[in-house]
């Protein structure tokens, strides 16, 4: 294979910036209708090599395989379970209980047209004991893509799942009963894609517009001296994008020109962040599997909110949802604003249609920038990524674009005693994880750094996923509005998580997660938190449509030098799917 022609290879399959494969931190799943098995998404074979096509297709036709061919699966379904749990260290032995009722649809499509995958459930908690609310909470995560014709497709997806509020409180890892500083949390997007060519010269262009709301919950006790942050209360964001190039072929390098804009409009202060900018890029082969690349472009970043009302000692009026209330006469307060040219050079690497590697190094945002993926995929049951990025952004904002990133076809999993959604899902092609969004609620936009690794294996009737990673958020408000306390603020926070599953045989399953997370809250006097947790369930099919699942789990959170929890739960249920 020519250079020229393995270089286009090389900026075909990566693009830009590829979306890290990550192992979600509640990894169990329930029984379906005809269940046989963990199933694992394969690579498509265009990617894959012929061994590892060779894999997929095999894997297909077993018993828990993924479908290869076009069809459509919706199973709707009906749940109860009884939950039960204990603080160890509150020093009683009281044991508190409560039922849910759930109904949910599980569904994939995937025709000619037409690619989707949904998981969406709603659950009634109904408490028996003090401290325990009967309340409704709805979660699931879903992602389609309809090809209107060869180069025109409209793309869609949501979820709906719990946020921590306030980084410095409670950080409850398994979400039983009525924790304080959980609040539920939507999100939605759609819009269209265009992928054409003209000639030799490619055009793309995309727009969405999303929604995203958090619903008011108490934070709960802070520590002392801490004032409760203003919480993400809505938002409307949009991004829209442009651009043309020829890969190289004709010419000795490849060339691209685009434009891109985005903006949130956040219901909290009538906050508006907005972003424009123009640049060009260059890919220049090196060898067979290696190009330099580069580029320079000019952009325009300005965040900016409204005071709020003050009452007649000058302090922020607060609302009975605990947000600051927005002062509509107020002028635009600017919290960050950056203009001027950016640029980023490095390379581009695939070795193999298994191997790839793209790393590059700038300057953006008024400092050194630094961006590279990993992916290493050798065959259908292997697959590991390395992801580094760096962003400024909203909580709206950030919550659309890894929907974005999410296949059309991806294992969504949930915990086997709270019933949520994972922090993360993954896919044939990539996956995308909502946990640097999901760990604090703030109203205001940052800058978000951070790197996320993960592998994920299937080994016969084995399924195992391990995912680490570390984020940075650098809070922007203005320095002489309501949120003063927030700008300049920097949280950091670790996670990782293991996933171990077995299937035993044609109709029972055990699965256990392993989780932690450091969080660095950043504000002065504030105290670190750390949480950890295991749990591990067991699931039997008992007839056709109905079967039982039963599970443990220890969760462990810290406040350090404030406070601590150490919580023991179990639940046993019945499902029936359609």
Not at 273 to 288: H, M, N
Not at 379 to 387: E, L, P, Q, R, T
Request: charged residues 20%.
């Amino acid at each position: 294979m020519s250079t020229i022609v393995k270089i286009q290879k090389i900026a075909f399959i990566m693009g830009v910036a590829t979306s890290p494969l990550v192992v979600g931190q509640a990894s169990a799943q329930q029984l379906s209708a005809d269940y046989s098995g963990y199933v694992n998404p394969a690579p498509s074979n265009a990617d894959s090599g012929d061994d590892a096509s060779s894999s997929s297709n095999s894997k297909s036709t077993r018993k828990g395989g993924k479908k290869s061919g076009p069809h459509v699966d919706v199973t709707p379904y009906l749940e109860v379970t009884q939950v039960a749990f204990t603080d160890f260290k509150d020093g009683s032995s009281d044991v508190l209980t409560y039922s849910t009722i759930a109904a949910g649809v599980d569904a994939s499509i995937q025709t000619n047209r037409a690619e989707a995958q949904m998981n969406v459930r709603y659950e009634r908690v109904i408490g028996y004991d003090d401290g325990i609310d009967s309340q409704d909470n709805i979660s699931g995560l879903a992602r389609g893509s309809y090809r209107v014709n060869r180069a025109l497709s409209v793309e869609a997806g949501g979820i709906a799942t719990r946020s921590r509020i306030d980084g410095r409180g409670a950080s409850p890892t398994n979400i039983v009963g009525s924790p304080d500083n959980i609040s539920q949390v939507y999100s939605i997007y759609a819009g269209p894609t265009l992928s054409t060519n003209v000639g030799e010269l490619g055009v793309n262009a995309a727009y969405r517009v999303g929604y995203t709301k958090l619903e008011s919950r108490d934070v709960g006790t802070l520590p002392n001296g801490q004032q409760p942050i203003s919480a993400f209360d809505d938002s409307v964001s949009q991004a829209a994008s442009v651009s043309v190039g020829i890969q190289p072929g004709d010419l000795p390098v490849g060339w691209a020109v685009g434009a891109g804009w985005s903006r949130e409009d956040a219901g909290q202060l009538d906050q508006r962040f907005d972003s424009k900018y123009v640049r060009g890029d260059i890919t220049v082969p090196v060898s067979p599997t290696l190009a330099v690349v580069g580029g320079v472009g000019y952009e325009d970043i300005k965040v900016s909110e409204r005071d709020a009302l003050r009452d007649v000692n000058n302090d922020p009026i607060r609302g009975n949802d605990g947000r600051l209330v927005t002062d509509p006469s107020s002028p635009r307060l600017v919290a960050y604003q950056s203009d001027g040219i950016f640029w980023d050079a490095g390379v581009l690497w695939r070795p193999s249609s298994r191997t790839s590697l793209e790393a590059r190094y700038g300057r953006r945002y008024d400092s050194d920038t630094y961006i590279a993926s990993i992916n290493y995929q050798p065959n259908a049951n292997v697959g590991a990524n390395i992801s580094v990025y760096d962003t400024v952004t909203g909580f709206g904002n950030l919550i659309n674009d890894s929907l974005s990133n999410l296949p059309t076809q991806f294992s969504a999993y949930r915990n086997p005693i709270s019933g949520d959604i994972g922090g993360c899902a993954f896919g044939a092609s990539g996956g995308s994880c909502f946990g640097q969004a999901l760990q604090s609620a703030s109203s205001a936009a940052f800058r978000s750094r951070g790197v996320t690794g993960s592998v994920a294996m299937t080994d016969g009737d084995w399924n195992t996923g391990v995912a680490a990673g570390y984020a940075r958020r650098r809070f922007l408000a203005s320095n002489i509005g309501a949120q003063a306390e927030l700008s300049g603020n920097v949280d950091q926070n670790y996670f990782a998580s293991i996933f171990v599953g077995r299937t035993l045989d044609e109709d029972s399953r055990i699965e256990s997660n392993f989780y932690g997370n450091y969080f660095i809250p950043g504000f002065a006097g504030s105290n670190d938190v750390i949480a950890v947790g295991a749990n591990a369930a067991y699931y039997r099919q008992i007839f056709r449509g109905l079967s039982a699942s039963a599970a443990v789990g220890v969760d462990a959170q810290r406040q350090v030098d404030f406070d601590s929890q150490i919580t023991g739960s179990a639940l046993v249920g019945l499902r029936y799917s359609f």
